[in-house]
C-alpha cells in the first residue's frame, strides 16, 4: 500500500506539473498566433491513448489561418489534446517549430505566417522560456497557498532542548553534542533543518548555544555539502534513545523491548542516543553490501548483543536483526514546543515568493556537485523521485513536494542543451544579439545531438536508481 500511494502521488505531481509546463509554451504560441497542432501529456509513438479536439477551445483562443491542400481535402482542426503511452513526459507541437515532432518534409516547404520559424526571435524565446517560467510560477503560488491554508509550523533552534548531535569532522572543528546552532554568519536560523547545513558549509563563524550562553565557532568557509549530507550527517537532532513502540514478530519483540527501554551498548559500543544506534546500523549495513562479503558472513554481522536498560535494571540478549538490519522499533521523539506563523492570504503571496526564490537559488547552487564523483552518484530518476512522497497521504507535505519539483523542472530545462527549452533559448538569444539566424540544418543536427545527451542522462539517472536499490553504491 506505501509503494502503491507514493506511485500515485508521483503520477499525479508529475502529471500535474507536465500539463503547466507545456501550457506554458502554448500560452505564448497562442499569444503571437503561432499554431500549435498538439498538445500531449505523455508522448504517443505510433498510437494514444486519448485523444480529441475541443472547437470551443479554438474560439477562446481566436480564429487562425486554415490553409487547404490543393484538392481542398484537409482542413485545420485545431490542436489536436490527447495522452500518450509512454510516461516520459509531455509536448506540445508548434508548427514550424524545428523539434522531434515535427515532419521533415514540411520543415522542407515554405514557411508559412502561423509557424513558429515565421516569429521573431524574441517571439520564439518567449514561447521557449514560457514553460519555465509557469514552472516559477507555479512553484510560487504553490508555496504561497500552503502558506495560507497551512502556515508554517517548525521548532525554534532555542526550544530544542536536547540540542544537535555532530559527527567527528564537526567535533574537529569546534562543536560539541547538545550544542545549538543559531546562526551563521549573522544569518539566524528560524528552524533546524538539513537545508541549515547549506548556509554553514560556506559561513566562517557559526553562534550556538552551549549550556545557556552563545559561543562562537569557527568555520573554513568551504565545506562540502555533500559530505556534510552524508551519513553521519555534519550535525543532527540529537534523538535520546528511548522505546516508544515494538512491532510484533519483529527481533525487538524477541529481546523483550518495550515502551521505555534503551539499548546502551551494541556489540560492546556505547549507545548515548539513538542517533549513535542509527550510526552503528549503518556501517553494519554498508559492510553486509560490500561484494567481499559472504553470505556467511552476512548472516553473522546480522547476530548482535545488546545492553538493556529499563529503569533501574540493566539485561544483556542477543538478537537476530532482520535482513535489513533493524530491530523493528519506533524511537520516541522529544516532545518540542511547536511554533506556528500564519498568514492572510495577502501576506501568504510575498512569503511564498520568498520561499520560493529561496528554494530555486538553493537548487542552482547546489548543480555544481553534479559534477563531483559523489554528486553523480547522488543523481536519481524515478525511483528517487517516488521516494521523497511520504508513504502516507499529507495534501501539505504534497503540495509542498510538487513546488520543489516544479522548481527542479523548470531549472532542468532552461539548461543549455539542445532539445531542451534551454537549447532552443541560446539558439533564439545568439540570433538576437547577431542578427543570423542559424540554419534550420543546423537546428536539426543539434536537436539530434541533444536527444541523444537527455537519452544519456536518463540512462544513467534511472541506472543510479537501480544500482542503489541492489546496494551497489
Request: net charge neutral; aromatic share 12%.
Amino acid at each position: 500500500m506505501t509503494v502503491l500511494i507514493k506511485i500515485i502521488q508521483v503520477i499525479i505531481s508529475l502529471g500535474l506539473l507536465i500539463i503547466l509546463h507545456e501550457g506554458g509554451h502554448f500560452l505564448f504560441a497562442k499569444l503571437f498566433k503561432t499554431r500549435v497542432n498538439k498538445f500531449y501529456l505523455f508522448f504517443d509513438w505510433k498510437f494514444s491513448l486519448f485523444s480529441t479536439y475541443m472547437p470551443w477551445f479554438r474560439k477562446l483562443f481566436g480564429k487562425e489561418p486554415v490553409p487547404k491542400k490543393e484538392d481542398g481535402s484537409y482542413e485545420y482542426r485545431g490542436t489536436e489534446y490527447g495522452i500518450g503511452w509512454i510516461p516520459l513526459g509531455g509536448y506540445v507541437q508548434i508548427d514550424g517549430m524545428i523539434d522531434e515532432t515535427q515532419d521533415k518534409d514540411k520543415l522542407s516547404q515554405d514557411p508559412q505566417p502561423w509557424e513558429f520559424r515565421q516569429k521573431k526571435p524574441w517571439q520564439r524565446l518567449l514561447i521557449m522560456l514560457g514553460g519555465v517560467l509557469m514552472n516559477f510560477i507555479v512553484a510560487f503560488f504553490i508555496y504561497a497557498m500552503v502558506l495560507y491554508a497551512w502556515g508554517k509550523s517548525y521548532v525554534s533552534p532555542q526550544d530544542m532542548t536536547y540540542g544537535l548531535k555532530f559527527n567527528s569532522e564537526a567535533k574537529a572543528l569546534g562543536f560539541q553534542d547538545g550544542d545549538i546552532i543559531i546562526s551563521a554568519d549573522g544569518t539566524s536560523f528560524e528552524s533546524w533543518q538539513p537545508a541549515c547545513l547549506r548556509t554553514l558549509s560556506t559561513a566562517h563563524t557559526a553562534t550556538v548555544l552551549r549550556c545557556g550562553k552563545q559561543t562562537e565557532v569557527s568555520l573554513p568557509g568551504d565545506l562540502n555539502l555533500l559530505e556534510m549530507l552524508d551519513e553521519p550527517r555534519f550535525a543532527d537532532a540529537l534523538m535520546p534513545m528511548c522505546v516508544d513502540s515494538v512491532v510484533p514478530g519483529t527481533p525487538a519483540e524477541e529481546i523483550g523491548l518495550k515502551k521505555g527501554s534503551r539499548i546502551t551498548r551494541l556489540n560492546g559500543k556505547d549507545i548515548k542516543d539513538f542517533n549513535d544506534l542509527s550510526q552503528q546500523l549503518a556501517m553494519m549495513r554498508s559492510t553486509s553490501t560490500d561484494e567481499n562479503v559472504s553470505d556467511s558472513i552476512s548472516l553473522a554481522l546480522r547476530k548482535v548483543r545488546v545492553t538493556i536498560a529499563e529503569g533501574d535494571s540493566i539485561r544483556e540478549a542477543e538478537a537476530l536483526l532482520t535482513p535489513e538490519l533493524t530491530f523493528g522499533f519506533v524511537n520516541k521523539s522529544p516532545e518540542y514546543k511547536t511554533t506556528t506563523k500564519e498568514y492572510g492570504f495577502f501576506e501568504s503571496i510575498p512569503a511564498g515568493i520568498s520561499f520560493g526564490w529561496k528554494q530555486l537559488t538553493n537548487y542552482v547552487s547546489d548543480l555544481k556537485y553534479i559534477f563531483t564523483k559523489k554528486g553523480a552518484k547522488s543523481v536519481g530518476g524515478f525511483i528517487t523521485i517516488g521516494n521523497i512522497f511520504p508513504g502516507v497521504w499529507d495534501w501539505q507535505s504534497f503540495w509542498m513536494l510538487t513546488a520543489l519539483l516544479s522548481i527542479m523542472l523548470g531549472v532542468v530545462n532552461v539548461l543549455p542543451i539542445p532539445a531542451l527549452d534551454g537549447g532552443h533559448a541560446l539558439f533564439c538569444i545568439y540570433e538576437i544579439v547577431t542578427g543570423r539566424k542559424p540554419s534550420d540544418t543546423f537546428l536539426q543536427r543539434a536537436q539530434y545531438v541533444g536527444f541523444f545527451i537527455l537519452l544519456g542522462l536518463l540512462i544513467f539517472a534511472n541506472l543510479n536508481d537501480i544500482l542503489r536499490l541492489f546496494g551497489i553504491i
